[in-house]
């Protein structure tokens, strides 16, 4: 079984520049995670999506992070534009679990942000 | 407000001993508790997890052992190997019932000395 995919592992941007992450979970699941972890703490949920519909948002800084899930599979996550404090990597998630229910995450590689 | 501890952040142990990493947390509303490994340059992958009904489960060297009354946790993991070496972190959910809002510590780093 294929893992969760990310791309790309690494990225060095200046600040006020734009990136974009992409995930594509494993096959079938249907819920899917975007988590923000900066140097020396834990992963911190940015936003969770079920399908193609966004079920917790609560921490994403909507003033310049945005994330898609279009056709409930692939996702995108986007930041604009960047600042010093986005440095970290951003992990991706899946779980055949739904909202509400528990069950192991699956995550990918991650995507590690420099922002200069 | 760090609702998930792990206020150890290294913790070192000889080969084919015991070692315990411990959490804490502080919200009552939490009910399922979960361990996650993280190799350099990897992502966390799921170790074990327990549920707020039991104080204990076990998974081969792995166990888990939650004390509600105490908000506390812990990872047993007997015998330690050079390969257990990662850093684990404790993770928390069920408040709201959401699963994937999982509240993580900041991790403990194991190093298992040959």
């Known amino acids: 079984e294929a893992g969760v995919a990310q791309s790309p592992r690494y990225k060095i941007i200046e600040k006020r520049q734009s990136v974009a992450f992409w995930c594509n979970p494993i096959s079938g699941h249907a819920t899917l995670y975007w988590y923000q972890q900066i140097l020396g703490q834990g992963p911190k949920l940015l936003i969770q999506f079920q399908n193609n519909g966004v079920v917790d948002d609560s921490q994403l800084p909507k003033d310049r992070f945005s994330a898609e899930r279009l056709k409930g599979v692939d996702s995108t996550l986007k930041i604009q534009p960047a600042k010093l404090e986005d440095s970290a990597v951003y992990l991706c998630?899946?779980?055949?679990?739904?909202?509400?229910?528990?069950?192991?995450?699956?995550f990918g590689e991650g995507s590690r942000l420099t922002v200069l | 407000d760090q609702q998930v501890k792990q206020n150890s952040p290294s913790l070192s142990v000889q080969e084919g001993r015991i070692s315990i990493l411990n959490c804490d947390y502080t919200?009552?509303?939490?009910?399922?508790f979960l361990w996650y490994k993280k190799y350099p340059a990897e992502g966390p992958t799921f170790l074990i997890s327990i549920s707020s009904i039991k104080d204990k489960n076990e998974d081969g060297r792995f166990t888990v052992f939650l004390n509600k009354s105490a908000k506390h946790l812990s990872l047993h993991i007997v015998p330690s190997q050079p390969g257990d070496s990662a850093v684990y972190f404790c993770?928390?959910?069920?408040?709201?019932?959401?699963?994937?809002?999982?509240?993580f510590g900041k991790g403990t780093k194991l190093s298992v000395k040959p």
């Open positions: 998630a899946s779980s055949s679990h739904g909202y509400g229910n528990t069950g192991e995450l699956f």
């Open positions: 993770a928390a959910s069920g408040y709201g019932g959401s699963q994937g809002n999982l509240i």
């Open positions: 919200n009552s509303m939490f009910d399922y």
